[in-house]
């Protein structure tokens, strides 16, 4: 779900947010000016969406953290060991669904953070292989701004699919919460944000402003990073191959079966 208006009034006691769940929103606490601006609109997943209800109050500590660890409890108790499992299935199912449309994982890389840094992109449609792209490479790089040239060129191939509905995967709830929620905040403001500078702006701003254009027709998801999903373990393998080749800019990778990119090269 979306966080709008009500669900904020649901969840917030005073006016405001506890630790725990400032944790959940990737919020800075204690909370600074305007932090309901940033989270509006974010996608919530159904255990977030739970928990922050369930953490409303002035609670002590061990309080929140125990109250995490019994919805933890109950979520194994009712499902033991499906919740990856499920997770797959929902994506498979993704993959094949409307031929025309496009499931796109995305990934970034870097040797040392700050580094040698670079991107990858694997890109399901109908055909019977995924197509790998390998690029942006930048040899004092971090983790995050390699996040980001993934996500931005996932969002290209969208828009040059504009005909139907596109899905996005990537593993960094950093870049997505950049583009998509913290950046309507930043706007708003001038592109300037309480404690500090805005890292990757002129990244973030060009993102932003492509997602802005397409957002009616895409979808984007976080998943987990190194959990055995095949799209995102492509596209990790081809963002370690960009930091071995060097390429700033984007190529297809040539391989002849899935299991021979898997094998390659992984951080």
């Not at 404690?195 to 060009?206: C, D, F, S, V, Y």
């Amino acid at each position: 779900m979306k966080i709008d208006e009500n669900y904020l009034e649901l969840i917030t006691n005073d006016s405001t947010l506890n630790k725990a769940q400032a944790k959940i929103l990737d919020l800075v606490f204690p909370l600074e000016e305007g932090w309901n601006l940033l989270i509006l609109n974010k996608d919530l997943d159904t255990k977030s969406t739970n928990l922050l209800i369930l953490l409303k109050g002035k609670l002590a500590l061990k309080t929140q953290d125990q109250i995490i660890k019994n919805y933890e409890a109950l979520s194994s108790f009712r499902n033991p060991k499906k919740t990856e499992a499920i997770n797959q299935k929902e994506i498979e199912n993704t993959n094949t669904q409307n031929s025309g449309s496009l499931s796109i994982y995305c990934d970034g890389a870097c040797s040392g953070n700050p580094g040698e840094a670079g991107s990858g992109v694997a890109v399901y449609s109908s055909t019977s292989k995924p197509i790998l792209y390998y690029g942006d490479y930048v040899k004092n790089g971090t983790n995050n701004i390699a996040e980001l040239n993934a996500l931005y060129k996932a969002l290209l191939i969208c828009q040059s699919n504009p005909n139907d509905k596109n899905t996005i995967y990537s593993d960094s709830k950093y870049s997505i919460d950049c583009i998509c929620t913290w950046a309507y905040g930043w706007k708003a403001k001038g592109w300037t944000k309480k404690g500090g500078e805005i890292k990757n702006l002129e990244l973030i701003k060009e993102a932003h402003l492509l997602y802005e254009k397409i957002k009616n027709n895409i979808t984007i998801k976080h998943v987990k990073g190194h959990a055995g999903i095949e799209g995102n373990e492509l596209a990790d393998r081809m963002a370690v191959h960009t930091i071995k080749s060097k390429n700033e800019s984007y190529e297809v990778y040539s391989y002849e079966s899935i299991d021979s990119v898997l094998n390659l090269k992984s951080y």
